[in-house]
């Protein structure tokens, strides 16, 4: 993020009376999901493995370095709708003979729905993103790979992939839900719950486009919530990962000790890059999602889930991790490497953990026309966290005890609510949660000469740069 953690309301106190230019305090671990992203092309150490070992793949710094050189602009804002992605990929694509280019379907609202292959190899893979419409990160990442095979397709890595296997894509497999950036369909469902049902046209394309590949192996590609912290560490999610069970039992069966064994390979090559930063992602068994259904019908499935990294608000770093992860897993499974790594790498990470708010506003006196001044702390939530824009207040009280990505200390201060933000619905006048939290800041009981005003999100004058 681009403040600091404030942590001594003092501190904090004194940075907010300063005549000029608001300050953010100091103290507190960082507040991002990790430490700063390593400069673009700087050293990395390799990934383990030798070859001939199990898990050998090319060095992370190799792969790191073709991102680089492959990495397609374009898509730099992560808020791209469907013609933004394919403006960007098709020039790509139809650069090289080595790409096969299907239209599959339509969506709901009626867009087209594609899937791109490429490779010649008897391995059959097949990857699927942004199921959730607001899900990106690994759509970035897939048209940096198609760069690579179009552009550098002598490269070892992307040479051993093209022979040894077949490898099928769907990028941006909700479409409309990319084009309000939401995680829903048109239809309002949730496409990863329409396995069993299939209501949805996105649901039937996908499971119609399995069916007939019945690939080896799967790679359902999402991003979640930045505020999840590994284990029962403060450090935030980089990259989670599952493989899916099949049934509630949660078995270890062949399908699943594969997709185990690739994900070994996956976490020794993201490792240098966001080592103590990767989770397991609950294997509670779901009979609506497709992972779970898709492991059932024998693909062996991996879920990869990109969470935050901080000091990177469109995830661009966890696009070029996405990226050395996946051309590691590829060419694992194209030469079968990944065979006697075993499950231990996957099971021994620790899991998924509690979920932390946003920003906590603490220690304010909340001024609400026609009510008595009132001591609340204030809990606000962002549409867009990590651009710390869309805040809403989630909740209103006594929060002292509660845990926030970030903690903005106003003690002493005077909160006035904007009337955007106030239910005249009723006799009186309220503060609800769901509210938009735009509030203005004055030492001052009447409001007057106020010191800065949030508007969804935190001013310039306060933000941590």
């Known amino acids: 993020m681009r403040y600091q953690t404030l942590r001594d309301p003092r501190m904090c106190l004194a940075a907010l009376l300063l005549a000029t230019g608001l300050t953010a305090c100091g103290g507190g671990p960082p507040a991002g999901a990790g430490p700063a992203a390593p400069r673009p092309g700087g050293p990395l150490p390799p990934a383990p493995g030798v070859p001939g070992e199990p898990g050998a793949v090319t060095a992370t710094a190799e792969l790191a370095a073709l ?29 090289s003979p080595r790409f096969r280019v299907e239209e599959v379907g339509r969506s709901a609202e009626g867009r087209v729905l594609k899937t791109i292959s490429f490779g010649e190899g008897p391995v059959s ?17 897939l048209a940096d790979l ?16 093209l022979e040894g296997s077949t490898v099928h894509t769907l990028p941006v497999l909700n479409p409309d839900g990319a084009e309000r950036f939401q995680r829903r369909n048109a239809q309002g469902i949730d496409i990863n719950r329409d396995a069993r049902r299939l209501a949805t046209p996105e649901g039937r394309i996908l499971k119609e486009v399995r069916d007939r590949l019945n690939p080896d192996f799967g790679f359902n590609l999402h991003d979640q919530g930045i505020g999840t912290r590994v284990g029962s560490s403060d450090r935030g999610v ?49 009979p609506r999602a497709f992972g779970d259904l898709i492991t059932q019908w024998g693909t062996s499935t991996i879920l990869v889930e990109s969470g935050g990294w901080r000091d990177d608000p469109q995830k661009q770093y966890l ?27 996957y099971l021994d990470l620790p899991p998924n953990g509690r979920r932390i708010g946003d920003l906590l506003v603490l220690g304010g006196t909340v001024m609400i026309p026609g009510l008595p001044p009132y001591p609340a702390d204030f809990m606000v939530s962002y549409e867009q966290p990590l651009l710390e824009q869309g805040g809403r207040i989630s909740a209103i009280g006594d929060l002292g005890d509660t845990e926030a990505r970030d903690t903005l200390s106003v003690e002493g201060l005077f909160l006035f609510p904007a009337d955007t933000a106030l239910d005249r619905s009723g006799e009186g006048v309220q503060i609800q949660p769901g509210a938009p939290a735009v509030f203005t800041v004055s030492r001052r009981e009447d409001g007057s000469n106020p010191l800065w005003t949030f508007r969804g999100g935190p001013p310039e004058a306060i933000r941590r740069r």
């Open 238 to 286: 980089a990259i989670a990962l599952l493989s899916p069970p099949f049934d509630e039992s949660r078995e270890v069966n062949r399908v699943r000790h594969r997709a185990m064994e690739v994900m070994g390979v996956m976490i020794q090559a993201m490792d240098p890059m966001v080592g103590g930063y990767v989770a397991k992602y609950d294997d509670t068994f779901n």
């Open 319 to 345: 696009r070029k991790v996405n990226f050395v992860a996946l051309a590691a897993a590829l060419e694992s499974m194209a030469t079968g490497s990944y065979r006697g790594v075993g499950r231990d790498l």
């Open 67 to 95: 991102h680089d050189r492959m990495r397609v602009s374009g898509l730099d804002d992560r808020r791209f709708d469907h013609a933004t992605y394919w403006r960007v990929v098709t020039p790509v694509l139809e650069s």
């Open 146 to 161: 198609y760069a690579a095979v179009a552009r550098d397709p002598d490269h070892p890595t992307i040479q051993t992939i």
């Open 125 to 141: 893979v097949f990857l699927w993103s942004q199921m959730h419409g607001d899900e990106s990160t690994a759509s970035m990442a």
